[in-house]
């Protein structure tokens, strides 16, 4: 259960400290949920925790924001707007899923079939007073991480946590 915004800025942060530091191919995170359930949230808190400096902002206008962190790109893209699939095609956001690098996707379902699988799917949900997360592994190194974050989390002591 995430009781407030520090909790999921605590999630997205834990979730940074799993990830390998330079991902080929881009390591691919699903962020989904009801508008304002804190998928932007979480990216701060992970974006933060690897040292961002700069504003993390909505990419819901303009698609995608790109962070560039210790040689590393972290690509957040928001597909909220789209109305049809093949505005990723045109959008020529292909691109972010080649090289190295992190690929933080809010609102997948808007851009598949076009958009390369996640290793994790990071689902977040209004319940009673805050939020749940539930994440799950789809790849095999996706595996790897949930793993990593499992324990993170417990050593953190985090004991409602659904993943």
């Not at 701060?44 to 819901?60: F, Q, Y």
Request: charge should be negative.
């Amino acid at each position: 259960m995430l009781a407030d915004v520090e909790a999921t800025v605590a999630l997205g942060a834990a979730l940074a400290s799993v990830l390998p530091p330079q991902p080929a191919p881009p390591a691919v995170i699903y962020l989904e949920g009801d508008l304002g359930a804190g998928k932007t949230t979480l990216v701060t808190g992970l974006l933060r925790k690897i040292n961002a400096s700069e504003p993390v902002k909505s990419p819901t206008y303009t698609l995608l924001e790109v962070h560039v962190i210790s040689g590393l790109h972290f690509y957040h893209l928001d597909f909220y707007r789209f109305s049809k699939p093949e505005e990723f095609l045109d959008a020529g956001l292909d691109d972010c899923f080649s090289g190295a690098g992190v690929c933080l996707v809010e609102w997948p379902e808007k851009a598949r079939p076009y958009l390369p699988g996640a290793d994790l799917v990071v689902r977040l949900a209004y319940e009673g007073g805050g939020r749940r997360a539930r994440i799950e592994a789809v790849s095999e190194r996706g595996w790897t991480w949930l793993s990593a974050l499992k324990a993170r989390l417990d050593a953190l002591g985090w004991r409602d946590c659904s993943a």
